[in-house]
């Protein structure tokens, strides 16, 4: 049942994957990668992490579609339909080559929720034996992002700023 | 190019769900100690109800007037941030290190780091709410400033 699930699951991410590279009208094309988006939290939640799931939904779903049609509807209208180019010769034998190359490095990966694999070995047990007790915060994550590694959330959150003034300067000049 | 959509369906709906995305918005933030979210997804979350708001109801609606006001708050969350991060170092410790926070009703560590995760959460939700209205309205200006060269 479980495996029926991941298969469909698997099947849609490459569809919407395709679809959204493949679909003529850009306009289709940013809905169709919403959709992809979604799906890509469903996966996310399966696989038991629940905050980047929330984080794809809301950003990848949401947010950047609205951002995305926002940008197309200023550009315009006579744009958003796309011709593509054929596709090249060197492309045909070089993807699957690459695909098979990626499946075969694949087999030395470590298993899904392996104890012994390197991520689950080097800091995260002290994080998941001490956090509760250090920080009163249940949610790892949180403690994680917000006060172990708050050094790098400081800056990410400079970053997003420093996308949001770079906004302002470059599409509100012409303005007053 | 923004206007009121003209769907009344739209309009209402949108009227009925701005609040209950404020609300789950607001749980989502306060609660990411306790269960999946925190300050990123509450942020996006507040800042995307009023970006309904913007879309659907227009430029003269309230929440545009709302947005169009806390867009000059851009850096406030930021400066939440750093400034927890330097109300430690006045408490004697390292930057962004909770357990010198000096606050006078709280005497153990591990509340201090508590209180200072809550914070922060805080700062970077208003940061990310912040930006994307901002960013929304300047997407949506330059198509005015398009059509009126036309």
């Known amino acids: ?176 | 190019m923004i206007q009121a959509h003209e769907s009344v369906i739209v309009r209402t709906m949108s009227r009925l769900l701005i609040p209950l995305i404020q609300l789950f918005a607001l749980y989502i933030l306060l609660f990411g100690q306790y269960g999946p979210g925190g300050g990123f997804v509450g942020g996006v979350m507040l800042g995307t109800s009023l970006i309904l708001g913007i879309l659907v109801l227009g430029p003269e609606s309230a929440p545009c007037l709302l947005a169009k006001k806390v867009i000059h708050g851009d850096g406030v969350g930021l400066i939440i941030f750093a400034g927890v991060g330097g109300l430690c170092l006045i408490g004697g410790g390292e930057f962004l290190n909770y357990s010198n926070l000096r606050i006078p009703w709280v005497d153990t560590d591990s509340h201090r780091r508590y209180l200072g995760i809550l914070l922060t959460q805080l700062g970077v939700a208003v940061d990310i709410a912040v930006t994307a209205i901002s960013i929304v309205i300047s997407l949506s200006s330059i198509n005015d400033s398009g059509e009126s060269h036309d």
């Open chain 1, 1 to 176: 049942m479980t495996l029926l699930f991941e298969i469909s699951l698997l099947v849609l991410l490459i569809i919407t994957a395709a679809g959204a590279m493949l679909v003529k009208d850009l306009i289709s094309s940013v809905l169709i990668l919403g959709s992809y988006s979604f799906l890509l939290a469903i996966v996310w939640a399966w696989l038991g992490a629940v905050d980047v799931a929330f984080v794809e939904a809301v950003v990848g779903a949401g947010l950047a579609t609205v951002f995305f049609l926002l940008t197309l509807f200023g550009t315009a209208p006579k744009d958003t339909r796309i011709r593509r180019t054929t596709t090249p010769f060197v492309a045909w034998f070089g993807l699957p080559l690459l695909g098979l190359l990626l499946l075969y490095v694949a087999e030395d990966l470590p298993r899904f929720g392996s104890p012994d694999s390197p991520a689950s070995v080097h800091v995260s047990p002290e994080y998941l034996k001490n956090s509760l007790q250090d920080t009163d915060t249940p949610n790892v994550v949180t403690a994680v992002l917000m006060d172990y590694r708050a050094f790098d959330t400081l800056i990410e959150t400079a970053v997003i700023f420093t996308a949001g003034i770079a906004c302002v300067l470059l599409l509100r000049r012409n303005q007053e």
